[in-house]
């Protein structure tokens, strides 16, 4: 292994690794976004709680990327992999408002305390909105201000404790979703060095939060009248 960065028989037995095993991560993929698919927590009527949900196993071309990028913070290896990388299968739940939130995380927090799954870390609420942050730590959830801006609460679950299988969920609502596709088309694998690409992020970032707080607003009076 260079200092300088990975070579290429390096990658390329981390990759097969993953490859080996990709079967397994593909399948608690499936069962981790079936919960949200099919749960009644999150699909009972008159408006679910949850509006969809997406799901991926890593590319492992975006994970031989990711290792280099790395590489000069963290040593990704064949031994470690797993560890080291908890985002190999990746599920993304999206809803429409807030206050949706604080009921999918309770359904989340319940299905892991019954035995189903198991934190691999406490989860992790990013944002770069004060209020927002404000609003996960009042849920007792870890938040970590995003310069980035960067919005989207994390969990990694695995399906037993002493299993290095593990599954990455995200939680956001519509218009974060829209904010990040844009973001990740722009800034991964690598960022954009166009300056103006970079302000524009930064203005679409606080008109996701606006409309983001309009429809909690919109919501709000209809719950109310």
């Known amino acids: 292994m260079s200092k300088h960065g ?3 028989k390096h990658l390329q037995a981390v990759g097969d690794i993953y490859m080996a ?6 399948f608690f993929r499936q069962q981790v976004a079936g919960f949200f698919q099919t749960s009644r927590h999150f699909q009972s009527k008159p408006l679910p709680l949850v509006h969809s949900v997406k799901s991926r196993l890593k590319d492992v071309t975006h994970l031989k990327e990711k290792i280099k990028r ?3 913070d963290e040593k990704i290896t064949p031994e470690n992999i797993f560890s080291k990388i908890t ?3 990746g599920v993304r739940v999206l809803h429409l408002h807030t206050q949706q939130f604080g009921k999918i995380h309770s359904a989340i927090m319940e299905h892991i305390a019954s035995g189903f799954w198991t934190l691999h870390e406490d989860p992790i609420a990013y944002s770069w909105d004060p209020e ?3 609003f996960f730590k009042e849920l007792g959830l870890k938040a970590i201000t995003r310069e980035s801006y960067y919005t989207s609460i994390h969990y990694v679950v695995k399906p037993q404790a002493n299993t290095d299988l593990a599954c990455e969920i ?3 609502t519509l218009f974060e979703e829209v904010w990040g596709e844009i973001d990740h088309s722009l800034n991964y694998p690598t960022s954009t060095k166009n300056i103006a690409c970079k302000e524009q992020l930064r203005v679409l970032a606080k008109l996701t939060s606006t409309g983001t707080r309009l429809v909690d607003s919109i919501f709000k009076i209809a719950n109310d009248t």
């Open 6 to 8: 990975p070579s290429k």
């Open 170 to 172: 995200q939680v956001r």
């Open 21 to 26: 095993r990709i079967d397994e991560f593909d």
């Open 87 to 89: 985002d190999l299968a």
């Open 132 to 134: 927002a942050t404000a």
């Open 70 to 72: 790395k590489w000069g």
